[in-house]
Nanobody, 124 residues
């Protein structure tokens, strides 16, 4: 069983930056591909970014491409999502997810474990 705990959300003004963290309680963190998703009220959960187990490959959704980075520290069992140039439409609950086999995917139901989410609100 893998437990994921997100942190770092909050209220930020448009144009600002935020770094989200996701800490995993697992002994073999590096074997998991990690993803960040978000869900705004009334909308489906969407892929934001993903990173493979070693951290060498990263992937981004079109909505954040060019203004976000994803990284991981396998020694700390933590994955990070750095977002900049934030827009009001970035407002959502952000979730991290772990996938044991198959690498990063943009498909929600292909991840094995999910965190509880952290709220990000961007004011205009």
């Amino acid at each position: 069983q893998v437990q994921l705990v997100e942190s770092g959300g909050g209220l930020v003004q448009a144009g600002g930056s935020l770094r989200l963290s996701c800490a995993a309680s697992v002994r073999t963190f590096s074997v998991y591909a990690m993803g960040w998703f978000r869900q705004a009220p009334g909308k489906e959960r969407e892929f934001v970014a993903g990173v493979n187990g070693s951290g060498g490959r990263t992937y981004f959704g079109d909505s954040v491409k060019g203004r976000s980075t994803i990284s991981r520290d396998n020694a700390k069992n933590t994955v990070y999502l750095q977002m900049s140039s934030l827009k009001p439409e970035d407002t959502a609950v952000y979730y991290c997810a772990a996938r044991r086999y198959g690498g990063v995917t943009t498909t929600v139901n292909e991840y094995d474990y999910w965190g509880q989410g952290t709220q990000v609100t961007v004011s205009s």
